[in-house]
């Protein structure tokens, strides 16, 4: 697979690489996605991930849902399809910081402002769509094969919780459609092993839990009403003569009990919870 290095020079790319070099370029394909669709809306950071890409965007008042997702994705199609060719140059940042300004790109402004006046910006172009970048990345957009976005999440401007909240669009990329499938196999069989845990083990676990505990408090419910009769010592038992709840096994047995159905619970609420993006 042939790749475009940050000093604009051509070169095969080592297969250890070629994920993250996809998955780079797919996030640059939705940032040029987003703002196609959404003019408005700026760019703040992007990366490819473990299993994909996301992108940090701020839509101003505008709420994204996942329910937007697959007109995103279908814009993405079309932009691989145009086979753009990617470019790539390099500006000093006083240039650079003056080129974002002008596209209203205020996050990419502030990046380069944290940078040194002397430092030279690595910039990447796919059609009218500029962003910053150090590469690698791929030759052109129909490289690109099987991709997927998967969640809409809300982050803070570089982790800070002072700063302004932002819309992360995440998503999935591999080298074909065939990858892309076996992964999205894999998800769901995880998905549903998480279900059958749920569903199964948690709730015979809870109906043998309940039953030990039955057996528990008949043993020892029989053994204390009938101490008095089974023991070698005469005694003389009184008129109101009643076991005490809370002075023998019945109180300890419950709280254990209750123990018990409390951390079942609380590990089956832990094994569904959606995960994180």
């Not at 297969?15 to 809306?41: F, N």
């Not at 080129?99 to 040194?116: F, H, Q, S, V």
């Not at 995440?170 to 074909?176: I, P, W």
């Not at 029989?222 to 076991?243: C, D, H, K, Q």
Request: with cysteine; hydrophobic share 40%.
């Amino acid at each position: 697979m042939k790749i475009i290095c940050a000093d604009d020079r051509m070169a095969e790319c080592q297969a250890e690489e070629e994920q993250d070099v996809l998955r780079s370029t797919a996030a640059h394909v939705m940032a040029q996605t987003v703002k196609r669709l959404y003019p408005e809306a700026q760019l703040a950071r992007g990366t490819a991930t473990e299993n994909g890409f996301r992108y940090d965007f701020d839509f101003g008042e505008i709420k994204l849902t996942e329910a937007d997702l697959p007109d995103i994705e279908k814009e993405m199609q079309k932009i691989v399809q145009e086979n753009l060719p990617l470019q790539v140059f390099q500006k000093p940042a006083n240039e650079a910081l003056e080129l974002m300004k002008a596209r209203g790109e205020n996050y990419k402004a502030e990046l380069i402002g944290d940078l040194p006046d002397s430092a030279e910006v690595s910039l990447c172009q796919q059609g009218n769509y500029i962003d910053l970048c150090v590469g690698p990345h791929l030759t052109e957009t129909n490289v690109l094969k099987g991709f997927v976005l998967t969640s809409v999440s809300e982050v803070h401007w570089k982790n800070d919780p002072n700063n302004k909240s932002l819309t992360r669009l995440s998503g999935a990329a591999f080298r074909s459609q065939t990858e892309l499938r076996e992964y999205e196999k894999m998800k769901e069989k995880l998905n549903s092993n998480k279900k059958d845990r749920f569903t199964f083990p948690f709730i015979l676990a809870f109906f043998v839990f309940t039953i030990l505990y039955a057996v528990v408090i008949y043993i020892a419910g029989v053994s204390y009403y009938f101490r008095p009769w089974t023991s070698n010592i005469n005694v003389e038992l009184p008129a109101n003569y009643a076991p005490s709840f809370y002075n023998f096994t019945f109180f300890y047995a419950f709280l254990i009990y209750l123990f018990g159905i409390s951390f079942l619970f609380w590990m089956m609420r832990r094994d569904i919870k959606p995960e994180k993006s």
